[in-house]
């Protein structure tokens, strides 16, 4: 189903942003959706933002409009989530996913079939 790769994570101060990256097969740009969820310790998967094939459409939960932002850039088979005004409750690993189908970007985990292994963000006060 091909593997993701996620690069970019790590730990700072509240206030500050990260850049998540996000490399995958040559198959799944262009036509697929995307997508970035977190999960925290004792918690679900949350879905964080989607975007849709070609990168034309994009939403955002409720928690992280504003201060989050995902793209993609085809040509370099990497999507990105720019994550500026960091909070502690920003914590969690996150992951990168996509659905290998079209779907143009669905808050539902069970839809994405292709997962990277998640990467850890920490936040502190």
């Given at each position: 189903q091909?593997?993701?790769?996620?690069?970019?994570?790590?730990?700072?101060?509240a206030g500050?942003?990260?850049?998540?990256?996000?490399?995958g097969p040559d198959y799944l740009f262009g036509r697929a959706s995307w997508a970035w969820?977190?999960?925290a310790p004792g918690k679900g998967r949350e879905g964080v933002a989607v975007i849709g094939p070609g990168g034309r459409e994009a939403d955002y939960a409720d928690s992280v409009k504003v201060r989050f932002t995902v793209s993609t850039d085809n040509a370099k088979k990497t999507v990105f989530l720019q994550m500026n005004s960091l909070k502690p409750e920003d914590t969690a690993m996150y992951y990168c996913a996509s659905d290998g189908q079209s779907l143009g970007g669905s808050w539902t985990a069970d839809e994405y079939v292709n997962w990277g292994k998640g990467i850890q963000v920490t936040v502190t006060s």
């Open positions: 091909g593997q993701l790769v996620e690069s970019g994570g790590g730990s700072v101060e500050g942003s990260l850049r998540l990256s996000c490399s969820f977190r999960q």
